[in-house]
């Protein structure tokens, strides 16, 4: 008996389908399905009560969201190679496969909605998705440097969800000129995708040849009648209508996912603030920027720009360091709570250290934020604020200001302990 999957046929079908065909399961795509019909049926909702896809109808009762559906689709058969050989193999499949959602997926997505029209384009937001989206796959680059799969030497999940999520990347967004940075990743994808069990479910692969230009989430301007247009705009105007018309059915593709484009939100308490001198972006680039000389150049650049009227310090210390005894399970757990924290991207700059050579491992972090206060609509939306001990840095302490240093350098040892990891937020 086949099992249903009930959606579009996309990236996020793909992972189950592409799983099916390695472990010799009949998965088959739901009939007639139409987005925002098909999921609107009490039926429907009964299997996701949000009314998302994919779905999957299984004898024992039906699996959603794409991921576990291609863990339950890969546990189908035992001793899954896709699974690996080993407990450790599994952790690190689990790893790989977070952080194809969290470090890739993420802002893949984030960088391609404005462009499609899906959501509203700020390109201040759309340069951090791109830095984020670059830091990425600098460290899957130099991962990949040494190894053709991202565990063992064979195909496992971890490769499946990273490759579907890297198709819509290569298709739609990420030119040769932008792959290139990324020669070992550029490898991989493509010897993914034109393994046997990958092509019968994606087919062929084309890489995108241009970003494509924004769409405008508003309808288009009404011409007035009495306008001509003159005879030499034609040809540019039709190259106009050809580049649209390029992107057009992937365009459709990537809305018909959405219910419907969001509508720009209503300006933020903190944009009401009295302008600050401190611009973020200016900070958050030469940050980026500053490879050599840092406490020369980053370091004395922050301080410089500093405005303590229009912006605050922040220490925070996880409450249950006690939990933290697996490593890949405190990043994946840092990953989530910066995920979560996008909403603030325009407002906050952020680094968390996750400190220790063995668990339990300390979660440590220093958050600057627009205005006095940490911001209500992040503690009002992001839950994971309240796991945190928060205190705001007294700058008049030395000791305290020295700290901060050490923290946007990410100084190791950091109080006397090594560094498992840190990440930034910009």
Request: proline share 6%.
């Amino acid at each position: 008996m086949a099992l249903i999957l009930h959606g579009l046929r996309n990236k996020n079908a793909y992972k189950a389908l592409i799983a099916a065909e390695y472990t010799g399961v009949d998965v088959k795509m739901a009939e007639n399905f139409e987005m925002g019909v098909s999921n609107k049926t009490l039926e429907f909702v009964k299997m996701n009560p949000l009314g998302k896809v994919p779905v999957l109808s299984t004898p024992d009762g039906s699996v959603f969201e794409s991921n576990a559906i291609a863990r339950y689709v890969s546990h189908l058969k035992s001793n899954n190679p896709l699974n690996g050989s080993s407990l450790i193999d599994y952790a690190h499949i689990e790893q790989w496969i977070d952080f194809a959602t969290l470090e890739v997926d993420v802002h893949v997505l984030a960088w391609l909605r404005p462009r499609f029209g899906l959501a509203l384009y700020i390109k201040p937001a759309e340069e951090a998705s791109i830095a984020a989206l670059k830091r990425a796959l600098e460290a899957l680059n130099k991962h990949l440097a040494s190894s053709t799969y991202l565990v063992g030497h064979s195909v496992t999940l971890a490769d499946i969800v990273l490759t579907c999520n890297l198709l819509i990347g290569f298709t739609l967004l990420m030119t040769k000129d932008f792959t290139s940075e990324f020669p070992h990743v550029e490898r991989y994808f493509w010897t993914m995708v034109n393994q046997p069990n990958f092509q019968k479910v994606i087919g062929e692969v084309k890489q995108s040849l241009a970003i494509p230009p924004v769409q405008s989430t508003k309808g288009p301007a009404q011409v007035k009648e009495s306008a001509k247009p003159k005879a030499k705009e034609e040809p540019k105007k039709e190259a106009k209508k050809a580049e649209k018309e390029a992107h057009e059915p992937k365009a459709k593709e990537v809305a018909e996912e959405e219910e419907e484009a969001p509508k720009p939100k209503p300006k933020n308490p903190l944009d009401f603030l009295p302008p600050s001198p401190m611009v973020l972006d200016d900070w958050k680039r030469l940050y980026s920027n500053t490879k050599t000389k840092f406490r020369e150049v980053a370091i004395k650049g922050f301080w410089d720009m500093y405005d303590p009227e229009g912006y605050s310090l922040w220490f925070c210390d996880y409450k249950y360091n006690d939990e933290n005894t697996v490593s890949f399970v405190t990043l994946n757990k840092v990953g989530g709570f910066l995920q979560r924290m996008d909403l603030a991207r325009k407002y906050a700059f952020g680094k968390m250290l996750v400190i220790g050579s063995n668990p339990p491992y300390k979660v440590k972090g220093l958050w600057l934020f627009r205005g006095q206060e940490i911001p209500k609509f992040v503690l009002d939306e992001v839950y994971d604020m309240e796991l945190y001990e928060w205190r705001k840095v007294d700058l008049a302490d030395e000791e305290l200001k020295e700290r901060v240093n050490q923290m946007i350098e990410d100084q190791e040892p950091f109080e006397g302990e090594a560094l498992l990891d840190a990440k930034c937020f910009k």
